[in-house]
């Protein structure tokens, strides 16, 4: 058992620190740090720098542009990646269809849908949940109905995130309804241009416009845009949201909010003095970290034990890292808004091109507060995590 | 980075959990708390068969050199098998100080006795007002001749009815809460001058409250500078502190077992209770917070090498916290779960509650332990 990291991976954490210090855009990186919201061109300019790295699809196999690199590589990528900060690749594309079609997708769609991804020339989105599907998601109605070499495709999805950018969509449809419920759905993948989809976006909150809703009226795609087999999209969706397994605890993301609640924390006044040295408050922000720190162990552990035994058994304590990931994101941001206090009020009213330039970065604090109760919803809320310790780990 | 244990930690790890589920089911345990001073020497004498009570000490003074990790291995079986002998106070604490500050000739005189069993030691630390701090001591030292001259009252010493040897801290100089002037002194339990007032503990050990009155021990009594060995005491609790992290994780994880069990064969209204949503998704959080203390322990066991004390001190104190919430967390429910069954004296849970309990009020709560991490700027 030990802790230290090899020479050659901290020497690979240098050369990951190093590189982001010369590459991420020093605006992108502020807008990050003060909580606001990246236009579509910033995001895309630095993945596709990222991706020319070779970066931008680290952990996919070597022989569709991945890295090749070991468990603790990638966490320590990560880890730098969020704690820089610098936007993370865009896990729909990278993350979530790119293995899907790999995976499962034949040589043509593989060599014309992956390089796509990997340098976002095609920004896309999830078609998963509906407004009567969402912890039961097998319950999807929207339906593709086979007509000669096409499918006709009609329903609605909904909480589709950036929706608004998307060139592309992937989407669980109904192929077979006299089938059981996981056993009649497919995955298809189409232009977010095609003829009869309309996107509506929907204003979370925090004021932002983070998702859609998606409607598709007779949308026409050819069949071949299916991945996979038809009616084995329950199987490839389940692949999908069971393949990012260590990200969702977001260490490194909770570190940077730390830091820098420490540091804004020296800076603002409470009673004559920094609120820093508020007994209280300082307990509550060691209590947060010390919870942190549980987590980033807990997270090793997984990570070591992928990089020894590989990824098929996933290792139980996996199960803890959304849970407890989540709220620790949680609780970042209510101790922001504890040290900023009544400047927590002001409202920076977006523009209309999403952007929330206009305030202080003060003001970005409540939104941020407010956004982030989203954390322990969406991915498989806290209480379906619940439901998986229970079945898969306790055996109840 | 590696979390594994090595081929020759998975077999101390199979050979404890072999001996204890041979020797310590429920039942036993209840016969073992009757006999003299509250454990078994018969159980004792198969721990120093097995090698387990000279783990620690290095091999030129007769141990196994073992480290923090089989040291965790040990704690961690122990309290899956809520374990009544005096593992802490003898071999960490004890072993502790000799390891750490012991001159050769109390090494020879301490060490063979502690790994054949035939000697167990005693931590004289509490004092009425101490409370969570160590510097923090009113018995007294006053030097005579080559020797010394202790008195002082000290409270809740485990297994203080039993040892052979008392493990003293007494103050050489100045005031009460001074950091400086704190020696530490090894007194032989039928010296004259000591008085003992045992008494079973709420988890089913046993402690005494003892007095020293003008006792002579000679000028080798003294682990140490007998004038500056807080930093030793520190170094050492902090030790205990790791080994009672992994002790409560063994216990976390056989109140989670057994409360599993337990939620999967219960019925009522027709059905096992853990089909109910409200039980499982209780025991799913039960299983979180025994996995986070997991990773503490593991963290505290590896910090235990830090070269920086006050890095080591404050990572063991992140630990603390986080077991302390946990076993709370874990404890509480692991009742609640059971229902009427869990407050009687016949159902095991009960007693691993009992026990957990206590080491959250053992050389620092939860609280004492955050309050450290905050003041010594957090932990990020």
Known sequence: MDLAFTREEQAFREEVRSFFRDNVPPDTRRKLVEGRHLSKDEMVTWWRILNKKGWGTSHWPTQYGGTGWTSVQHYIFNEELQSYPAPQPLAFGVSMVGPVIYTFGNEEQKKKYLPRIANVDDWWCQGFSEPGSGSDLASLKTKAERKGDKWIINGQKTWTTLAQHADMIFCLCRTDASAKKQMGISFIVFPMKSKGVTVRPIQTIDGGVEVNEVFFDDVEVPYENLIGEENKGWDYAKFLLGNERTGIARVGVSKERLRRIRDLASKVESGGKPIIQDAAFREKLAACEIELKALELTQLRVVADEGKHGKGKPNPASSVLKIKGSEIQQTTTELLMEVIGPFAAPYDVHGDDGSNEAMDWTAQIAPSYFNNRKVSIYGGSNEIQRNIIAKAVLGL | ?380
């Open chain 2, 1 to 380: 980075m590696d979390f594994d244990l090595t081929e020759e930690q998975r077999l101390l790890k199979d050979s404890i959990d072999g001996l204890l589920t041979d020797s310590y089911d429920f039942e036993s345990r209840k016969k073992y708390m009757k006999e003299k001073g509250g454990w078994s020497q018969a159980v004792w004498g198969k721990l120093a068969e097995q090698g387990l009570l000279g783990l620690p000490f290095a091999e030129p003074d007769g141990g196994f050199g073992g480290g923090g990790v089989e040291t965790m291995i040990v704690m961690e079986a122990l309290g899956k098998a809520l374990v009544l002998e005096p593992y802490l106070p003898t071999v960490v604490i004890g072993g502790g100080f000799l390891r750490h500050a012991g001159t050769d000739a109390q090494k020879a005189a301490h060490v063979p006795g502690i790994v054949d069993g035939s000697k167990t030691l005693a931590f004289a630390q509490l004092e009425k007002n101490s409370r969570y701090d160590l510097f923090d001591v009113a018995t007294t030292a006053k030097k005579k001749g080559d020797g010394w001259v202790i008195d002082g009252e000290k409270f809740v010493v485990l297994n203080g009815e039993n040892a052979d040897t008392l493990i003293v801290t007494a103050r050489t100089k100045g005031n009460r809460r001074d950091t400086t002037g704190i020696g530490v002194f090894l007194v032989p339990a039928s010296a004259k001058g000591v008085t003992k007032k045992s008494y079973p503990t709420q988890d089913g050990l046993h402690a005494a409250d003892i007095t020293f009155t003008g006792v002579e021990v000679d000028g080798s009594a003294a682990i140490g500078n007998p004038d500056d060995s807080l930093a030793l005491i520190e170094r050492v609790v902090d030790e205990a502190r790791v080994a009672l992290c992994a002790e409560a994780v063994g216990l976390m994880d056989e109140s989670l077992k057994t409360t599993v069990e337990y939620i999967k064969t219960r019925k009522q209204f027709g059905v096992a209770i853990g089909s109910f949503q409200s039980l499982q998704h209780r025991a799913s959080d039960m299983f979180v917070a025994a996995e986070q203390a997991r990773s503490m322990s593991m963290f505290a066991t590896m910090a235990s090498d830090f070269t920086d004390a006050k890095e080591r001190s404050n990572a063991i104190a992140a630990a603390k916290v986080q077991i302390g919430k946990s076993l709370k967390f874990v404890g509480q429910q692991a009742i609640q779960l059971h229902g009427g069954i869990g407050m009687t004296m016949e159902a095991k849970i009960g007693h691993y509650f009992k026990r957990l309990t206590m080491i959250e009020n053992t050389f620092g709560d939860t609280d004492y332990h955050q309050r450290r991490v905050a003041d010594a700027g957090g932990l990020v």
